[in-house]
């Protein structure tokens, strides 16, 4: 069963400060993808990255980057974390356009 | 513009009724369809998808969907609802590989 790990389910972050969020899949997956998830927004998506060093811009890329430097791994980057990106981040994995596979998410505040 | 539609925010179902959720795109071509789970405090969990073939579509926990491609339309039902399918589902469509667009999501409570 594929697995995504997130490594935080919690965080809370200082206006400001750097962010890092981390997600790790077991499958060997060429396809990974960073949501946020807003009440009443859905899921949007950050951005994504379909192979090792290779990063597309999502629908809401601005204030965030991304690192892909091993296949499993898959970093968001908030550069001066703001109050509205306060909110759920949901990781994912993919093998073409087979299903995505979720993490149980970060919930992410920063006051 | 390109969109997925789930036009119910909340619906309340008393346990043992059946349930259909809407959900409507406007992509050009067929495009891949899915139907996500989503329980509180966890990630999002593939109930079923579309792809091709069969328009009626069976996935987990006795859900089913019916793609009409005249209507643009992927809604999900279920015959008998449990009180554990309380949960938001999310309706999302592929129009292309290494893309995936989710609908606003539909909260459904169960009562007793």
């Known amino acids: 069963d594929v697995k995504v790990t997130q490594s935080s389910r919690y965080l809370v972050k200082r206006t400001g400060e750097k962010v890092f969020l981390e997600c790790v899949q077991d499958m060997d997956h060429e396809n990974m993808f960073w949501y946020r998830q807003d009440p009443g927004l859905g899921l949007r998506l950050i951005y994504f990255s379909y192979d090792v060093k290779m990063k597309e811009k999502g629908d809401i890329p601005e204030g965030y980057s991304v690192s892909r430097e091993k296949k499993e791994r898959f970093s968001l980057i908030l550069e001066s974390a703001s109050t509205n990106q306060t909110s759920m981040y949901l990781c994912?994995?993919?093998?073409?356009?087979?299903?995505?596979?979720f993490g149980n998410g970060t919930r992410l505040t920063v006051t | 513009a390109q969109s997925v539609t789930q036009p119910d925010i909340h619906i309340t179902v008393s346990e043992g009724a059946s349930l259909e959720l809407r959900c409507n795109y406007s992509y050009g071509a067929t495009p891949y369809l899915f139907w996500y789970v989503q329980s509180p405090g966890q990630g999002l969990q593939l109930l079923l998808k579309y792809f091709s073939g069969d328009t009626l579509v069976q996935g987990i926990k006795g859900f089913e969907a019916e793609f009409k491609r005249s209507q643009s339309s992927f809604n999900l039902r279920k015959p008998s609802v449990h009180w554990s399918d309380a949960a938001e589902y999310f309706c999302?469509?592929?129009?292309?590989?290494?893309?995936?667009?989710f609908g606003t999501g539909t909260r459904l409570t169960v009562i007793p």
């Open positions: 994912a994995s993919s093998f073409g356009r087979s299903p995505l596979h």
């Open positions: 999302a469509v592929a129009p292309g590989a290494n893309n995936l667009f």
